[in-house]
């Protein structure tokens, strides 16, 4: 009910009833236009984008891909398919993330249940922002400082006393970096969703904040853990700065020693990334049906990842407390 | 409701409580021992593995230099591993020049070039390895077939920007020259042999590798530039043109009448040469296997038949 | 009985102190990596600014060529060249930077409130994902959308014979442009913001917006006047975590913004928006594999100097504008 239909106590014959709200003036119906051109303009962009990739990537996809290595050559049939790089994208966000979740979990959970002194939760709040406003590529060089430096020369192949520093522990590495700020945030967020009452009762059964931590609060922030896992590994499989800078760009895996799994991780190779770029117009392979299947295959990834997100979310939604 | 049962109560709502000393739930003892043994026995476990010395079976030998013969190596190694088997060669194409530079600072162990060597490629040792050409490659659309070398030169400085101006081409659109950057051995060659001298034109495209170079040709109809033989063949999808008349192929290259033929170079440290890539320098120069390999992309000198 | 109990201020057991000093030694391991990366960044960048000064913003030559001399002379020891005049390149950063930000703003904040507000519920149900997914979206992909729809058209449609000839000669007009960059860079970045502008509309609380509707006040007004006034920290934040991405894209730009560090010149006229540039981060990618010559090294690094800079700049920028908002109890 508008304030006009109030029964007021006036002297005088009421004014006629306005319309339920002025009119409205020419600016807001310019604005409100604009909004709608613009939201379906945005729809139609997106839409455009997603069948493009669709339509090539169904064009191009085949299962030889999936199951033969890169190799030099001019032809399609002879450039072989992606099965190294994509073994490459998965162990490169294994190793990221496998750095990324336990320190992330750690700094969020001292933010969020200990964070003193004060100043040094300050601190650590604005490192973590800081290193997630860092470009990526100021990361790959920061690592490159930091792997062909001799003290961690275990980790990539080395002649004659001068390491290469180009590995898929050098890359992983700085990749975790990337992923850091998001599972901290996410974990924060699920561990500050958890009303204190919980804790409370904890203690009062005894236990020691630690294994308050530990065995109840991380558990019941586990859908956050989980999307900020998930958001991590999207954002470390999109990555490709640190990708051609610390991962030494062979096509296919490049061990170094005979140890089976450390030989790998110390040698040089690829991630479905890299090969797009390589295969795209710009880039020296020049196949353009191999990029798109690739892209296509990325897209999937990302896809499923971002689908894990919503059921993660909608599962932590579902967790009320009853307070 | 007694007097303390209220106060613990209300100390509840108020803050948090924990309790001085705790029940009988004292299991932290073999929780703590049982995770420590656990860390101890993982460290023990990682450490032995990931200090063994990378060279355990085989040598790694590292490399770097001409992307341009890139094609050629990678076939090279392949054909060496064959033989020697315990031998894993690394290669990083990041331009002749660049590679003479790694070997120099000892980035790299061996270097592979395709300039003549220089008063600047102090501390190296180079040997001759086998032939190739520099081919002048335009677009498959454009139909010019023969250019002068001193037209090319005009090119590549500037001076001709339209194709109206090069006899043949049957187009009338701007010249887009593509070329190499300075750490490639090609661009010094193209800049000793063909501008004697000068440097290229601002408007040349400035590429790292002789692959993106035949790619950007391939796109472009307005295009001229220059790569190796290697990646110049029926299948890169350009089309090379005749310098003074002679073509860019193997045989014009054999016998030298090309004007843009090159030896390709091998480059070692010179205090310190390493000697598994002595020794595949030497297998690449004279052995018939490599003869056969080298002759797929590039042109063998020395090999035995 | 009931035992004694007393509020806890401090942690009181020997495992909840050690569990502290282990997570706050983490902590303090990810601040001094931190610290360490700025300490080491600097120490490698500080050769070339050193021999530069100032003038190394400044703007004297062909970089390409400033470039190829500092790489030429890398083993020459006693010799080397540091000569670097980078305007060029913080020119093109700025021009794709802010274009596509300034573009990317304005669009996203339109598309935000549509659909937080106006949008039909079937079209905002299928938008959702869309936006996240578009969001997540690695950026080698929109690469590979511009350079094989955006370039060609470009090159196709919009450069003439004309304008190539009016600059043959000092550069190549191919479809590789400013005007590539900064499109694709807008698509890349909108989706990120649309996806923060909306959760920042979202938590405006839904009292307030009644009640300016219930005093009479069109739709339109009150979500512009009350809803994206209240949702300005996270606008703020959204613009920030845009620029920080934007301004550290370099495989993409690299990819259609051309090979020639040119400065596009706005007296050109309309060739200035096809006129190729490269950005800082793009450079880096470009010479990389030219890092172990200490010259080209410390050159590189210098420039990874000015970016880690500017982002560390656009972080403290992004937390001082938001203390003014502060004060008005808007949410941050």
């Not at chain 1, 029964?7 to 319309?19: D, E």
């Not at chain 3, 960044?41 to 070339?48: D, E, G, H, K, R």
């Not at chain 3, 690695?138 to 955006?150: A, E, K, N, R, W």
């Not at chain 3, 706005?266 to 190729?276: C, L, M, Q, R, S």
Request: positive net charge; charged residues 15%; aromatic residues 8%.
């Amino acid at each position: 009910m508008s304030l006009l239909e109030l029964p007021v106590s006036q002297p005088g014959p009421r004014a006629p009833r306005a319309a339920q709200s002025p009119p409205w003036r020419l600016i807001d119906r310019i604005g409100l236009a604009v909004a709608w051109l613009l939201g379906l303009l945005f729809c139609a962009l997106a839409g455009a984008l997603v069948l493009y990739f669709l339509v090539q990537g169904i064009k191009y996809v085949r299962p030889s891909l999936f199951l033969t290595n890169p190799s030099p050559g001019f032809t399609a049939t002879a450039t072989g398919g992606f099965l190294d790089p994509m073994l490459g994208t998965m162990l490169v966000s294994a190793i990221a993330m496998a750095i990324a979740l336990p320190i992330g979990i750690g700094v969020a959970v001292w933010l969020s249940e200990y964070g003193r002194p004060a100043a040094l939760a300050r601190v650590a709040e604005s490192t973590i922002e800081m290193i997630a406003g860092t470009p990526s590529i100021v990361l790959a060089l920061f690592g490159i400082l930091l792997f062909e430096s001799p003290a961690l020369g275990f980790l990539s192949r080395s002649s004659e006393g001068v390491v290469f520093g180009r590995s898929f522990f050098a890359a992983g590495a700085m990749l975790s970096l990337v992923a850091l700020p998001l599972v901290v945030s996410n974990v924060r967020e699920g561990l500050e969703a958890i009303p204190d009452h919980v804790r409370e009762a904890s203690y009062a059964l005894g236990k020691t904040k630690f294994a308050t931590t530990r065995r109840v609060l991380l558990p019941a922030a586990r859908p956050s853990v989980l999307t900020g896992a998930m958001l991590g590994a999207g954002r470390v499989i999109g990555d490709t700065a640190i990708i051609v800078v610390l991962l030494g760009a062979t096509l296919t895996f490049d061990r170094s020693g005979s140890v089976p799994l450390l030989s790998t991780l110390r040698g040089t190779g690829s991630t479905l990334t890299y090969y797009v770029f390589y295969n795209a117009p710009t880039g020296e392979g020049n196949q353009p049906t191999k990029a798109y299947a690739a892209a296509f295959v990325l897209l999937m990834i990302v896809l499923a990842l971002n689908v894990g997100v919503d059921i993660a979310t909608r599962r932590s939604r579902r967790l009320r407390w009853s307070s | 409701m007694t007097v303390s049962e209220t106060r613990l109560r209300t100390r509840l709502t108020e803050g948090r409580v924990s309790r001085r000393e705790p029940l009988a739930l004292r299991p932290k003892k073999g929780i703590a021992l049982r995770l420590k043994i656990r860390t101890v026995a993982v460290t023990a476990a990682v450490t032995p593995v990931l200090a063994v010395p990378s060279a355990a079976a085989a040598a790694t030998v590292i490399g770097s230099g001409s992307s341009a013969e890139q094609p050629v190596l990678t076939a090279l190694f392949a054909g060496y591993a064959k033989v020697h088997r315990n031998v894993h060669f690394v290669y990083t194409a990041d331009g002749g020049n660049a590679g003479v530079k790694d070997v120099q600072q000892r980035r790299s162990q061996f270097a592979v070039n395709t300039r003549a060597p220089l008063p600047s490629d102090s501390r190296t040792v180079q040997y001759k390895l086998f032939l190739d050409g520099l081919c002048v490659a335009v677009n498959k659309a454009n139909s010019v077939s023969n250019v002068r070398l001193t037209r090319a030169a005009n090119i590549f400085l500037g001076v001709f920007t339209s194709w109206s101006q090069v006899s043949g081409s049957g187009l009338t659109t701007t010249i887009d020259p593509i070329g190499r950057n300075s750490a490639a051995g090609s661009y010094t060659f193209f800049q000793q042999a063909v501008l004697k001298g000068q440097t290229q034109a601002s408007n040349v495209e400035q590429l790292s590798s002789d692959g993106l170079v035949a790619t950007a040709i391939k796109h472009d109809k307005n295009a001229i530039g220059y790569v190796g033989l290697a990646h110049a063949g029926k299948s890169s999808g350009i089309k090379t043109v005749k310098l003074n008349g002679v073509a860019c192929n193997a045989t014009q290259i054999k016998s030298q009448k090309y004007p843009l033929t090159r030896f390709i170079w091998g480059v070692l440290s010179l205090k310190h040469p390493n000697s598994a890539a002595a020794q595949f320098f030497d297998w690449v120069r004279t052995s018939s296997a490599a003869g056969k390999i080298v002759a797929k992309s590039a042109v063998p000198a020395f090999n035995k038949k | 009985m009931v035992e004694e109990f007393r509020l806890d201020t401090e942690p009181t057991r020997d495992s909840d102190r050690r569990a502290e000093l282990m997570l706050g030694a983490l902590v303090c391991l990810v601040v001094v990596l931190l610290l360490g990366m700025f300490a080491f960044v600097l120490y490698q960048a500080w050769p070339s600014f050193s021999h530069n000064g100032l003038s190394w913003f400044g703007s004297r030559g062909n970089v390409d060529s400033q470039i190829q001399a500092i790489f030429n002379s890398g083993t020459s020891l006693g010799h080397e060249v540091y000569a670097f005049h980078g305007w060029p390149l913080i020119w093109g950063t700025a021009l794709v930077v802010g274009g596509a930000v300034t573009i990317a703003f304005v669009c996203s904040l339109f598309v935000a409130v549509f659909i937080v507000e106006f949008a039909p519920d079937a079209l905002c149900r299928v938008l959702e994902p869309v936006v996240r997914l578009l969001a997540s979206v690695p950026s080698v992909i929109y690469g590979l959308v511009g350079v094989f729809v955006l370039v060609p058209l470009i090159g196709n449609h919009l450069i003439t014979q004309g304008s190539k000839a009016s600059v043959q000669g000092i550069i190549t007009l191919n479809g590789y442009s400013l005007l590539a960059g900064v499109a694709i860079l807008t698509v890349m970045v909108a989706p990120v913001m649309v996806a923060i502008f909306s959760d920042g509309l979202r938590a405006v609380p839904r009292g307030w917006i009644e009640a300016s509707l219930g005093l009479g006040i069109n739709k339109w007004r009150t979500v512009w006047k009350i809803g994206v006034r209240t949702a300005r920290p996270a606008i703020v934040a959204g613009t920030v975590l845009a620029t920080a991405r934007a301004l550290g894209e370099a495989v993409m730009l690299s990819m259609v913004c051309g090979v020639v560090s040119f400065a596009p010149n706005p007296a050109d006229g309309w060739i200035f928006f096809v006129e190729p540039t490269r950005p800082l981060a793009s450079t880096i990618i470009a010479f990389i594999d030219d890092l172990s010559t200490p010259p080209m090294r410390h050159t590189l690094y210098a420039i990874a100097a000015v970016l880690l800079l500017s982002a560390a700049l656009l972080s403290f920028g992004g937390w001082a504008a938001k203390q003014p908002m502060k004060r008005y109890g808007a949410r941050t």
